[in-house]
């Protein structure tokens, strides 16, 4: 069973830069969240899909966006970069129905630095 | 507001010394209470959901327990090995059921 991806591992980013971070959920799994995780800190809900639409979004800005494709890949977009988005980005799915629905499994994370 | 607050920031042990890390928290809608550990730059590894008061789990030298306020993680007799940022979250119970972070709790097991 394969686990959660995500791609790139490491970014180097300009401020006002665009950049996209992709994810490839596990396995049986159809529902994506995306987290931030600033250093020291713990992660920070950003956005969740579950088939194809956004599903519920945290306190981010509309430059942070995604997708969810038919294969529940995703990806997170965030545009007009700043220096604060510099963090490491977590990618979790989730398994359908059930009490067992409600276990996010992470991948390794992107880590974005932005200058 | 949802809040999660995790103690100590940071422990240190040797090696074979037992403890616990104390997860406290004040949510309205409380669906699952979750323990995760994470290594230095990667992601989160599952350990444990708790739903309901009263429960407990173990897995190897872990035991997670619940009450309906906080949640403890026991560790008896840590190896190095278990040294790593464990992470408490919570989920919020709304559509989305989101994950609420503490800031986690840093263990270091020195042999």
């Known amino acids: 069973e394969t686990g959660v991806t995500q791609s790139p591992t490491h970014l180097i980013k300009t401020r006002g830069q665009q950049v996209t971070l992709r994810c490839s959920s596990q396995s049986g799994h159809n529902t994506v969240s995306w987290y931030q995780q600033a250093l020291g800190q713990g992660p920070q809900f950003i956005f969740q899909?579950?088939?194809?639409?956004?599903?519920g979004r945290g306190n981010f800005p509309p430059r942070f966006s995604g997708l969810q494709f038919p294969n529940y890949s995703s990806e997170l977009n965030v545009n007009a970069l700043e220096l604060d988005d510099s963090a490491l980005y977590l990618c979790a799915s989730s398994p359908p129905g059930g009490s067992s629905y409600n276990e996010q499994f992470f991948g390794p994370g992107t880590r974005l630095t932005v200058l | 507001e949802d809040q999660v607050t995790q103690s100590p920031e940071a422990l240190r042990l040797q090696e074979g010394e037992s403890s616990s890390l104390n997860c406290s928290y004040t949510?309205?809608?409380?669906?699952?209470l979750f323990w995760y550990r994470q290594d230095p730059g990667k992601g989160p590894e599952f350990l444990f959901t708790l739903y309901s008061a009263g429960e407990e789990k173990e897995k190897e030298r872990l035991k997670a327990t619940l009450t309906k306020k906080e949640s403890f993680l026991h560790i008896t007799a840590p190896k190095p090995e278990d040294s790593a940022t464990y992470l408490c979250a919570v989920g919020d119970g709304g559509a989305t059921n989101k994950l609420i972070f503490g800031t986690g709790t840093l263990l270091a097991v020195q042999p």
């Open positions: 949510v309205s809608g409380l669906r699952g």
């Open positions: 899909y579950y088939r194809e639409e956004e599903n």
